[in-house]
T-cell receptor, first 114, second 114 residues
């Protein structure tokens, strides 16, 4: 079974721009979560989508948004980029839930904001 | 809010040494507990998990026991290998209040020398 895939793997943007990251979950997985990983803040939960609806949300500003399509693929958008948004963005998928089901992580998208 | 505290690294060991990485947590509800491992340039992989008190998760020689009375989930391995060199994350998912927000520790880097 193919793992979680994320595209692109690397991105360089400038302040004020916006960016869209894509995640394809493992086939059959309906829950997709997004995380931001930085040296300063560690790994932080952004949000989770299930059946095309945002089901759980972390403590990030509204510049961070996402969506999920009917095939469970998900996109994450960051608008008005700031230098502090430079990070590794990880996507994870699971069968149904965040509690009992195992999350499978993708390799991440490395975003650099200049 | 919920939090996970794990020992700061790096932890440097010789091959075949005994490993302990401490992890303690605070949670509002009754969380599920996880250990993830991240190898260089890769996303996180679930190493083991435990969903209720006194459960022992184990995988690849690693084990951790859910200790509710001490709110701890320490990771241990009897004999480490060079290939175990990676960053280890302790995490919890707490479903109190109807929201499921995964919370991660800052990660502990393990370096194993031959």
């Amino acid at each position: 079974k193919a793992g979680v895939t994320q595209t692109p793997r690397y991105l360089i943007k400038t302040r004020g721009q916006q960016v869209t990251l894509s995640c394809s979950p493992i086939s059959g997985h309906r829950s997709v979560s997004w995380y931001q990983q930085t040296p300063g803040q560690g790994l932080q939960f952004l949000f989770e989508y299930f059946s095309e609806t945002q089901r759980n949300k972390g403590n990030f500003p509204g510049r961070f948004s996402g969506r999920q399509f009917s095939n469970s693929r998900s996109e994450m958008n960051v608008s008005t980029l700031e230098l502090g948004d430079s990070a590794l963005y990880l996507c994870a998928s699971s069968l149904e839930t965040l509690m009992g089901d195992t999350q499978y992580f993708g390799p991440g998208t490395r975003l650099t904001v200049l | 809010g919920d939090s996970v505290t794990q020992m700061e690294g790096p932890v440097t060991l010789s091959e075949e040494a005994f490993l302990t990485i401490n992890c303690t947590y605070t949670a509002t509800g009754y969380p599920s507990l996880f250990w993830y491992v991240q190898y260089p340039g890769e996303g996180l992989q679930l190493l083991l998990k435990a969903t209720k008190a006194d459960d022992k998760g184990s995988n690849k020689g690693f084990e951790a026991t859910y200790r509710k009375e001490t709110t701890s989930f320490h990771l241990e391995k009897g004999s480490v290998q060079v290939s175990d060199s990676a960053v280890y994350f302790c995490a919890l998912t707490d479903g109190s209040g109807g929201s499921y927000i995964p919370t991660f520790g800052r990660g502990t880097s393990l370096i194993v020398h031959p």
